[in-house]
């Protein structure tokens, strides 16, 4: 501990953005945020959401990089971020991966109910 | 209680903001940032459940999103992503304005950050009567008035779609995602507060600026989600 | 040295209930799962005794669900996942890293009464007439079905889940910023390495069931309709949600417990342990494995035949970091000086249930056997043998190995040792009946059974009788060592972790001088001293 005291006490070593890159990353969020609505115009069919998905995620990065500063902070926290995002994938992956496969009870469920409406766990829901 | 066991002259250059239990200024500041840190990824991770109901819904009813999303309103919800973009710049201005001893600068940018959230929360609150109004509310109390249909089936440009089933799913989702976004926001408002008072206070220095860039790091993630939310809300085609 | 600790340093009830000192944070944490441990075991108490016989003794069916139910959620949510870490981890892991405090000890008193705040919401879910649907909260019973207080029962998971999130943040960020010089990632006890593994998984997998619970809440509230297939909702979706964070809450559960059976283990061998790297990593492991298996509670719910697969294969692969532990621990004792003292008999008990939780596993991980033996008492077997016949057998054995440090006193060690033999029986008895009724086709949770089943319910309830019984007689033998125990020394197993390198009980800043940083699975240097009771150095005796 006596090392941090001789050299300047009290100092803490953290990175200080420059006005240049909080602005051009300011700048570059609204260039994006215009793009992904005006592409929204264009139909190109299921692509459109692959897009808007695109441009939000460079967005986020650009967040995370620069006002958030994980270009500059390396180490664990970026381990512990990514790692995030990793299991967030996961979580989604597997239950899309699954969620279609049965569908078709849910919907038979739908036509049971739609053929007998007064009958079934659906008529005295919420009572 | 002092943790000083080396040498006693230590305690002359142990600065009153630091916690009895650290060994230096860096270390608490590190300690800080790594808590923070792992507190974002818990509330990425908290988001993702909604993001996964969201995914599974979309996937497996694109009907009931290319309908609903009809009933949003885009340009309220550009609005806010420039509103929220603009006070994650501020406060990230903020944090570089205190670590340079400029504390004038700080207060002024967190306090416009604090009238972007709240600029946000007005607009949130417009749409969300819009649409009580309306009676697009969730799941079993979803109800639209005939205005409401009106209104959607004059902006699809006279295009006639059939009413899908279970269209109030989108609504449950919306209503889900963005209530706790806002919250976040609402917190978030509350913790600018505090720091636009310790800010003024002369709390912090270019020494010890730790927990206004902990604030900055907390607001810049309502901002990420934000980012997602709103094309995947506003922007369905 | 101090003369006084970190017991007596400060008095009045304040000095308690505002304290950031991790110890004394440690001690309510213990006495708080403690009291929740005995009050999920009177549930069951209650539950086996109602099943000592056929049709209706002495509550009725809906009662019966209730107290399942409750003896499930009190048991995992404020037993078992807070027990180890919270209690043992926060009072040793800043002693055993050398270290003043945990980084954060704020939010460590925050996460207590977060911890005490769940508390609440579940005895008032209790008095207003408990729940019934399991400890799962499967939809649509606790959406539409369940007729009682399902919302405070679920607010207080999500406050809990939210006391679990703080600790393992504060440990995480303990482990990384708060060793002193000297103190390496691999000069640190194995304990230490479960509890960042478990701290990986509370902060990574915690944050879903705090949204799975709310999404719950608003669904029985306000009926969103995002579980519920009567308004269009997938509640095969819930499992998901559900079990992408309670599988790895199984390893919440086990990890810690496997890190204090590494050092009941290697001390009690009076040998270095054997395959520290593969013990330490193994941990990991097991955490970034756990999950990626939630889908095995899901082969018999419609989840896709694609899934099941992979999650089964998965599953599968788990069983090789555990594996890996039992075989170093097996590795450690061999040709060890075995101690045969409370805690390293508690260690030799987790070994040989995890052994048998550990492989029953696998045959429930198969698909085909599954289909089998899902929902029967084969399964409520299976996951008693991990809970409770691994990680409450272990967190007994943690319990008697710091409780001289904790307290400064020793108990009564061939009561003690009598003590845990009967639980080692109780144990087996209460549940090894189980597998052979689930086999035979018994199925859970139900309130009767056909004749041909009474005896084996039978054996099971005297079991858990025994195991009551004798759980009462350790806290009483444990209270009265505290008032007439002997004094402890500071070494009583001749451990060389640093927690055992302070005074028992610790001074209130754990050490007066800064430990040395060595190896901590280095006994040689460590021998017996009848006057003291206990291990000291040898070159104290040599100068
Ligand atoms: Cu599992």
């Avoid at chain 3, 619970?213 to 009926?223: C, P």
């Amino acid at each position: 501990m006596s090392s941090h005291d001789n050299e300047t006490p009290g100092a803490t070593h953290a990175h200080i953005a420059p006005i240049s890159t909080l602005m051009g990353t300011f700048i570059a969020l609204l260039v994006l945020t215009v793009v992904t609505v005006v592409v929204r115009s264009i139909d190109l069919g299921s692509m459109n959401i692959m897009i808007a998905m695109m441009i939000a995620t460079i967005k986020a990065g650009l967040v995370a990089a620069y006002f958030m500063h994980l270009a500059y902070d390396g180490g664990f926290i970026r381990v512990a971020f990514f790692a995030s995002i990793i299991f967030m994938g996961l979580f989604l992956g597997f239950a899309l991966l699954d969620t279609s496969e049965y569908q078709d009870t849910i919907q038979w469920h739908e036509t049971l109910k739609a053929k007998v409406p007064t009958e079934g766990s659906a008529a005295d829901h919420g009572k | 209680m002092s943790n000083n066991h080396h040498n006693e002259n230590d305690h002359g250059g142990h600065p009153s903001f630091l916690a009895h239990h650290f060994s230096s200024p860096q270390q608490q500041y590190d300690a800080g940032k790594l808590g923070i840190w792992l507190f974002l990824v818990t509330e990425v991770l908290f988001f993702s459940g909604l993001f996964c109901a969201y995914a599974v819904y979309r996937f497996n009813h694109p009907e009931i999103f290319r309908y609903a999303h009809f009933f949003l309103d885009t340009t309220m919800g550009a609005i806010n992503t420039v509103v929220l973009i603009l006070s994650s710049l501020t406060i990230a201005w903020a944090v570089r304005a205190v670590q340079l001893n400029q504390r004038r600068l700080a207060v002024g940018m967190l306090v416009v950050t604090l009238l972007c959230a709240a600029a946000f929360m007005v607009i949130k609150y417009i749409e969300y009567t819009h649409k009580f109004h309306m009676g697009l509310t969730w799941g079993e109390s979803f109800a639209p008035s005939a205005e409401a249909l009106r209104e959607v089936l004059g902006e699809a440009h006279g295009e006639v779609l059939e009413k899908p089933a279970n269209l109030h799913l989108f609504f449950s989702i919306y209503f889900c995602m963005t209530g706790l976004h806002g919250i976040h926001v609402l917190a978030g408002i509350g913790v600018i507060i505090w720091m636009i008072v310790r800010t003024a206070r002369g709390d912090f220095s270019s020494e010890y600026f730790g927990p206004v860039e902990y604030t900055a790091l907390y607001w810049h993630i309502v901002d990420l989600v934000w980012i997602f939310l709103f094309p995947l809300l506003y922007l369905i085609d | 040295m101090s003369t006084t600790n970190y017991l007596t340093c400060s008095k009045g009830w304040k000095s308690w209930f505002l304290t950031l000192d991790h110890k004394r944070i440690g001690v309510m944490y213990l006495t708080a799962v403690l009291s929740s441990f005995a009050l999920g075991g009177l549930f069951a108490l209650a539950v086996r005794l109602e099943l000592f016989q056929p049709g209706q003794q002495f509550m009725d069916p809906t009662t019966y669900n209730r107290m399942f139910t409750l003896h499930g959620a009190v048991m995992v949510f404020l037993f078992i996942i807070p027990s180890i870490p919270a209690a043992f981890g926060n009072f040793v892991l800043p002693i055993m890293l050398g270290a003043q405090d945990v980084a954060f000890p704020r939010l460590n008193l925050a996460s207590f009464y977060l911890w005490m705040a769940g508390a609440v919401f579940f005895l008032v879910s209790l008095l207003g007439g408990g729940i019934e649907t399991g400890w799962t909260f499967y939809t649509p019973y606790s959406t539409t079905t369940a007729d009682s207080s399902v919302v405070s029962a679920l607010m207080g998971v999500f406050v809990l889940g939210f006391s679990s999130i703080f600790t393992g943040m504060n440990f995480i960020v303990t482990i990384h910023q708060m060793r002193p010089k000297g103190m390496t990632w691999f000069k640190m006890p194995l304990f230490l390495w479960a509890i960042y593994g478990t701290a990986l998984i509370q902060v990574l997998a915690t944050p879903v069931l705090g949204i799975t619970g709310l999404l719950l809440i608003v669904e029985r509230v306000a009926h969103i309709g995002v579980f519920d297939p009567a308004l269009g909702g997938d509640p095969v979706l819930f499992q998901h949600f559900f079990w992408f964070y309670s599988h790895p809450a199984v390893y919440i559960m086990i990890l810690p417990a496997m890190g204090i059976v590494s050092e009941l283990i290697a001390a009690g061998s009076r040998k270095e342990i054997f395959g520290y790297r593969f013990i330490a990593f193994s941990s990991i492991a097991i955490a970034i494995l756990g999950f990626l298996v939630w889908g095995h509670h899901m082969f018999t719910s419609g989840q896709s035949v694609a899934a099941s697969v992979v999650f089964s294969a998965l599953t599968f692969t788990v069983a090789i970091p555990s594996a890996i532990k039992v075989f170093n621990w097996l590795s450690t004792m061999y040709k060890g000086a075995i101690v045969l003292n409370t805690p390293m008999c508690y260690g030799l008990s987790f070994i040989s249930l995890f052994g048998i939780g550990g492989l029953t596993g696998l045959f429930l991980g198969t698909l085909s056997v599954d289909i089998h033996l899902h929902d029967t008492y084969f399964i409520v077997a299976h996951f008693h043998y991990v809970m409770m016949g691994s990680t409450a057998v272990a967190f007994m054995g943690g319990l008697h190995y710091w409780w001289p440090k904790m307290f400064g006193k020793m108990y009564n060690e061939a009561l003690a040792r009598v003590c845990c033999l009967f639980v080692f029986i109780g144990f087996n008895l209460t549940f090894l009946p189980q597998f052979v009724l689930g086999t035979r086709g018994m199925p859970r949770r139900y309130f009767d059974y056909p004749e041909r089943f009474q005896f084996l319910h039978q054996l099971s309830t005297i079991g858990a009788v025994m195991l009551f019984i004798t759980f009462f007689v350790m806290f009483s033998y444990l209270l009265h060592s505290l008032v007439r125990g002997k004094p402890a020394p500071m070494n009583p197993w001749g451990a060389n972790t640093n927690e055992w390198k302070c005074s028992s009980p610790p001074p209130f800043n754990n050490f007066d001088v800064p430990p040395p940083m060595e190896n901590p699975y280095d006994h040689t240097n460590l021998v017996f001293d009848e006057k003291l009771g206990g291990y000291r150095a040898k070159q104290v005796i040599n100068s």
